[in-house]
T-cell receptor, first 113, second 114 residues
Framework: DAKTTQPNSMESNEEEPVHLPCNHS???????IHWYRQLPSQGPEYVIH???SNVNNRMASLAIAEDRKSSTLILHRATLRDAAVYYC??????????????FGQGTILTVHP | ETGVTQTPRHLVMGMTNKKSLKCEQH?????MYWYKQSAKKPLELMFV???????ENNSVPSRFSPECPNSSHLFLHLHTLQPEDSALYLC?????????????FGSGTRLTVV
């Protein structure tokens, strides 16, 4: 499985933008970049995914580097409810992996009032 | 509610007990997954089912036995567990053949083995 590298932790202030980076230098052409977050005592929650182009949804934006070796999850205005562990994961479209998700340690985001 | 329902939410069992965890989804997904999350560790993929067929077993001990009777239901049968098996067990579902599709997770079963 192609691996991702994320900072262990980041901090932000409420109502400020947050940029969560992810490096995936060994990404293959068929890998989709997925982001999930896990709030305390809950299962992970899908946030956003993309392949090559930048993506926006109601939760966040995903900026993907032109060479696809890195990406950034952008929360435009952080709230206290955004405090969670954020996971950047590559989901393979091909082979026999059946598109499984392999989780790493993720980034612990702390949001200060 | 996420669309993936796990029961029970909490379970305490002795090492000689037999219990089962249940997962149910009515999202029309064709793949279901069991993950284990121990304290301070990343989620570990245990089993993968695609169209009711088990396609992955990540070297999970035989005291964990999955069952997938149809695409909407997934069970994890537990017997003779050890205290180190205490963890949060998470079920997820998705379209297994679509990498551009997200997973939906349940809220998990918090298992304590005494």
């Amino acid at each position: 499985d192609a691996k991702t590298t994320q900072p262990n932790s980041m901090e932000s202030n409420e109502e400020e933008p947050v940029h969560l980076p992810c490096n995936h230098s060994t990404i293959s052409g068929t890998d989709y970049i997925h982001w999930y977050r896990q709030l305390p005592s809950q299962g992970p929650e899908y946030v956003i995914h993309g392949l090559t182009s930048n993506v926006n949804n109601r939760m966040a934006s995903l900026a993907i580097a032109e060479d696809r070796k890195s990406s950034t999850l952008i929360l435009h205005r952080a709230t206290l409810r955004d405090a969670a562990v954020y996971y950047c994961i590559l989901r393979d479209a091909g082979g026999t992996s059946y598109g499984k998700l392999t989780f790493g340690q993720g980034t612990i985001l702390t949001v200060h009032p | 509610e996420t669309g993936v329902t796990q029961t029970p939410r909490h379970l305490v069992m002795g090492m000689t007990n037999k219990k089962s965890l249940k997962c149910e989804q009515h999202l029309g997904h064709n793949a279901m997954y069991w993950y284990k999350q121990s304290a301070k560790k990343p989620l570990e993929l245990m089993f993968v089912y695609n169209f009711k067929e088990q396609t992955e077993n990540n070297s999970v001990p035989s005291r964990f036995s999955p069952e997938c009777p149809n695409s909407s239901h997934l069970f994890l049968h537990l017997h003779t567990l050890q205290p180190e098996d205490s963890a949060l067990y998470l079920c997820a579902s998705s379209h297994g053949d679509l990498a551009n599709y997200g997973y939906t997770f349940g809220s998990g079963t918090r298992l304590t083995v005494v």
